[in-house]
């Protein structure tokens, strides 16, 4: 399911419920791709072919990466909101500009919580040994772990391009 045809549709999926919240200025379209995203990455993680030939090192590997992404994020998405915020004519401008779109402050703030809670550090078993190959299982705290980065990074982007998108809508 996660091979060539089916993360096509998902990333088209993904490309026309961002136009369609753009161009009707609805905000049903984030939750329709919440939606989808939860699903998607439940599947994914309680599908034994996902970790086949991944390490609880590389997939820890690859959350603290995310991880990183999201708190670049969240320092150019504060700092924007900080620059908005802090000007009167700016603040106007911005709020009218969301007005217009019907776009609301929830919406506008949820990157920035969203993005957030993948770096609350959560400690988490590493690995158990598995009595019948001696090997170290990835646990099943890994793949929450997993989860949650990989939902909540996939929704924050989503989300962000949906408000840029609705708020730009109104200069074009």
Same mark, same amino acid.
């Given at each position: 399911?996660?091979?060539?045809?089916?993360?096509?549709?998902?990333?088209?999926?993904?490309?026309?419920?961002?136009?369609?919240?753009?161009?009707?200025?609805?905000?049903?379209?984030? &939750?329709?791709?919440?939606?989808?995203?939860?699903?998607?990455?439940?599947?994914?993680?309680?599908?034994?072919?996902?970790?086949?030939?991944?390490?609880?090192?590389?997939?820890?590997?690859?959350?603290?990466?995310?991880?990183?992404?999201?708190? &670049?994020?969240?320092?150019?998405?504060?700092?924007?909101?900080?620059?908005?915020?802090?000007?009167?004519?700016?603040?106007?401008?911005?709020?009218?500009?969301?007005?217009?779109?019907?776009?609301?402050?929830?919406?506008?703030?949820?990157?920035?919580?969203?993005?957030?809670?993948?770096?609350?550090?959560?400690?988490?078993?590493?690995?158990?040994?598995?009595?019948?190959?001696?090997?170290?299982?990835?646990?099943?705290?890994?793949?929450?772990?997993?989860?949650?980065?990989?939902?909540?990074?996939?929704?924050?982007?989503?989300?962000?391009?949906?408000?840029?998108?609705?708020?730009?809508?109104?200069?074009?």
């Amino acid at each position: 399911m996660y091979k060539g045809f089916w993360c096509l549709l998902l990333y088209l999926l993904a490309l026309v419920l961002l136009i369609v919240g753009a161009w009707r200025q609805v905000d049903r379209t984030v &939750y329709v791709m919440a939606v989808v995203f939860f699903l998607w990455d439940v599947v994914f993680v309680r599908s034994k072919d996902s970790f086949e030939g991944r390490s609880t090192t590389k997939i820890l590997s690859h959350c603290r990466d995310a991880e990183t992404l999201m708190s &670049y994020f969240i320092g150019f998405y504060a700092a924007v909101l900080a620059v908005v915020f802090t000007d009167a004519t700016k603040t106007g401008i911005f709020l009218g500009a969301c007005h217009q779109a019907g776009l609301s402050m929830r919406l506008v703030g949820a990157p920035l919580v969203l993005a957030a809670i993948p770096m609350l550090f959560i400690p988490v078993q590493f690995g158990a040994k598995d009595a019948t190959t001696n090997k170290r299982a990835i646990t099943p705290s890994v793949k929450v772990l997993l989860f949650v980065n990989i939902f909540c990074e996939k929704l924050v982007v989503f989300m962000f391009v949906h408000d840029l998108l609705r708020i730009s809508r109104r200069f074009f």
